[in-house]
């Protein structure tokens, strides 16, 4: 209900082409940032079994969780870190550093309104670095403009469909995993 579409509308229409044409006099690269909790705990859904009987889905008692920070290209280039927690301000720091070192030129990091993301120190670094990374914000409550979304549907579907992990370390690895292969496809 507090989306407003007309902001909405005027981003796709005025700001975000604007940003695009920046960017390719700048040669800089678009990327889409966003941030995602992942769970052991499987995401119930639709499922069958004979007829007259309740289908059950096993699932660990203990709950396991991880936090992703990600930024996708257009075309699908990927950077992630996982944390553990909220993301904080610090944590929003070293995700940009990283993304700035391993980027060749400028990047233009399209993100939402998080409290996080307009942080006084998170600012601060930025204006120290407008050389390297300039950050933009979507309008509030537009997630669906956001590729970052997508990333974060897919790996969750994606997760859901195989069996649970037990423990911390084997979702970390299944994460990274899975994570590390979109990286490697063209």
Known sequence: LERQDAAVQAW????YPKIAVRAKAEGAVIYWGDETGISNQPVY??????????????R????????MISAV?????????????AL?????LAFLQ?????????????IDNLKVHKAAKVQAWVAEHRDQLELFFLPAY??????GEFLHSDLKRSLGHRPAVRDKAGLESRLRG?????????
Do not use: D
């Not at 796709?12 to 700001?15: C, G, I, P, Y």
């Not at 660990?60 to 936090?67: F, K």
């Not at 904080?88 to 929003?92: I, Q, S």
């Not at 899975?178 to 063209?186: F, G, H, I, K």
């Open 12 to 15: 796709l229409a005025e700001h």
């Open 45 to 58: 859904g639709r499922s069958f079994a004979p007829q007259g009987r309740t289908p059950v889905l096993r």
């Open 60 to 67: 660990p008692a203990t709950r396991r969780t991880l936090s």
């Open 73 to 85: 290209t257009n075309r699908g280039a990927l950077r992630f870190m996982l944390y553990e927690g």
């Open 88 to 92: 904080n301000a610090g944590l929003f």
């Open 98 to 110: 990283r993304l700035v070192r391993s980027i060749q030129g400028k990047v233009f990091l399209i």
């Open 142 to 147: 537009a997630a669906e403009h956001n590729p």
């Open 178 to 186: 899975y994570l590390r292969r979109l990286q490697r496809q063209p």
